[in-house]
């Protein structure tokens, strides 16, 4: 049986930075995977991954956390 597979709009792909490659979709065990059909960038995530928890974020390593301070204009 083939996935119905559904691209992200407006989605980067990490690994090559094209716009709008990504696709999702479940395999046969429940797993949600994405794939640049550019690259071949693949991640998977657990279907009961809650954000915040360390599942969620697989495929980030501590490298590629950046902190953004987010600065109101008005205040300047």
């Given amino acids: ?37 550019a690259c071949g960038f693949r991640d998977e995530r657990s279907r009961d991954a809650k954000p915040g928890t360390s599942e969620y974020k697989r495929g980030l390593g501590e490298s590629d956390v950046q902190v953004v301070r987010m600065l109101d204009p008005g205040n300047s």
Avoid: H, N, S, W
């Fill in 1 to 37: 049986m083939t996935a119905l597979r559904r691209f992200i709009a407006g989605a980067v792909c990490p690994a090559c930075d094209k716009t709008d490659k990504l696709f999702m979709y479940t395999d046969d065990d429940g797993q949600r995977i994405c794939e640049c059909a």
